[in-house]
Nanobody, 125 residues
Framework: QLQLAESGGGLVQPGGSLELSCVAS????????VAWFRQAPGKEREGISC????????VYSDSVKGRFTISRDNAETTVYLQMNNLKTEDTAVYYC??????????????????WGQGAQVTVSS
């Protein structure tokens, strides 16, 4: 059974950077698409990025495009989310998710089978 665990969250000033990691256990991420979601207090969960297994195709929401970069390691154990030029509105709990999907714009709206427990990211001066 696949389990996911996020790490790397924390407090950062506006304009700063953080890198989140999503580490798989129980099995690796081979054949699975992996996505990042976030949920801010009082707001709905938002899908922000996705990376496919086969060709490393990536998708980003408009809210993070140009600032965030998703990647995955060749060992298929970890997916990363590099977050640059962070803004106060990026404050949220960040979750990774995995499923047997190829990433496209519509994929972030699908139901995902495997989820991590979440990591808090706070952007504040």
């Amino acid at each position: 059974q696949l389990q996911l665990a996020e790490s790397g969250g924390g407090l950062v000033q506006p304009g700063g950077s953080l890198e989140l990691s999503c580490v798989a256990s129980g099995r690796n991420l081979e054949w699975l698409g992996v996505a990042w979601f976030r949920q801010a207090p009082g707001k709905e969960r938002e899908g922000i990025s996705c990376i496919s297994y086969s060709d490393r195709n990536t998708v980003y929401s408009d809210s993070v495009k140009g600032r965030f970069t998703i990647s995955r390691d060749n060992a298929e154990t970890t997916v990363y989310l590099q977050m640059n030029n962070l803004k106060t509105e990026d404050t949220a709990v960040y979750y990774c998710a995995a499923d047997n999907y190829y990433c496209s714009d519509a994929t972030l709206n699908r139901d995902w089978s495997y989820w991590g427990q979440g990591a808090q990211v706070t952007v504040s001066s």
